[in-house]
């Protein structure tokens, strides 16, 4: 059984990693269509590369603070933080 939860939380985190990663793509692609829609004047082309770029980013922003990764950093912790700490304090607890 708790062969299976790893396998389980493995697959979790390769789907959110995919879906990281297709945002950013999403992102990088959107901002070179708008950078070549600006250089060759075609503002439709910018416009609608400017969408897919903030889309993109939206979309890897919103991942990251739903997954708990940029919110631990913005709150200065992160989960091995506060799981090292309280060993730390359990063994000062113990030896006393």
Do not use: Q
Not at 6 to 25: D, G, N
Not at 36 to 48: P, R, T
Not at 64 to 76: N, R
């Amino acid at each position: 059984m708790e062969r299976r939860s790893w396998k389980f939380f493995e697959l979790v985190e390769s789907a959110i990693f995919i879906v990281l990663m297709l945002s950013l793509t999403l992102a990088i692609g959107g901002a070179v269509v708008a950078l070549i829609g600006a250089m060759f004047g075609l503002s439709s082309v910018k416009n609608i590369g400017g969408s897919i770029a903030g889309l993109g980013t939206v979309g890897f922003f919103g991942w990251i603070l739903v997954t708990g990764k940029l919110a631990g950093v913005l709150l200065g912790r992160s989960r091995r933080g506060l799981s090292v700490e309280n060993n730390k304090s359990t063994k000062v607890e113990n030896d006393a």
